[in-house]
C-alpha cells in the first residue's frame, strides 16, 4: 500500500474511490512514570526520549491501521496525506493525539511516456522523455 502525501501516484492515472477519505485518529495517555522524567528534563533541558519513542510509535501504528483500511476498501494507495499530533497536557494529565487522513485511491493505467528521473538535488521525479534532458 503507498501512502503519500502528494495528491498524485508517480507514473499512473488514477482515480478517486466512491468511498473518498479515510481517517484514523489515536489518543494515548502518557503515564506517570514519563510524566515526571519529562518534568525533570523541562527543568534541566534536554529531549524527553520517552515522549519522542511514544509519539513515534503512535504515530506508526495509525498509519498501519490507514494501510490496512485502505487495502480492505480496495484501495491501491493513499494520496494527500495528512498527518497531524498534538500534545494535550495539564496539571493532572498528559496525552498524544494523532490524527491521521488522505484519499483512497485506485490505479487506472501507467501513464504512457513517463519515466522516473533524478533532479539536482538528488530526489526522483516522473517526467516525460523529451523533458529528461532539462
Not at 495528491?7 to 482515480?15: A, D, L, N
Not at 498509519?63 to 494527500?80: C, S
Not at 495539564?90 to 501507467?110: C, D, E, N, P, Y
Amino acid at each position: 500500500m503507498e501512502l503519500l502525501t502528494i495528491e498524485y501516484v508517480p507514473g499512473w492515472e488514477i482515480q478517486a474511490m466512491s468511498s473518498g477519505m479515510i481517517v484514523e485518529t489515536e489518543i494515548v495517555g502518557l503515564n506517570v512514570i514519563r510524566d515526571m522524567f519529562a518534568r525533570i528534563r523541562d527543568v534541566f533541558g534536554g529531549k524527553s526520549g520517552s515522549y519522542n519513542d511514544k509519539a513515534i510509535e503512535t504515530v506508526r501504528e495509525v498509519l498501519e491501521r490507514i494501510a490496512r483500511r485502505a487495502t480492505e476498501y480496495g484501495a491501491d494507495a493513499v494520496v494527500g496525506l495528512n498527518v497531524h499530533t498534538n500534545y494535550v497536557v495539564s496539571s493532572k494529565l498528559s496525552m498524544f493525539h494523532v490524527v491521521a487522513s488522505g484519499t483512497l485511491v485506485q490505479k487506472i493505467r501507467v501513464v504512457q511516456g513517463m519515466e522516473k528521473a533524478h533532479t539536482r538535488e538528488g530526489s526522483e521525479q516522473w517526467v516525460s522523455p523529451e523533458r529528461r534532458g532539462l
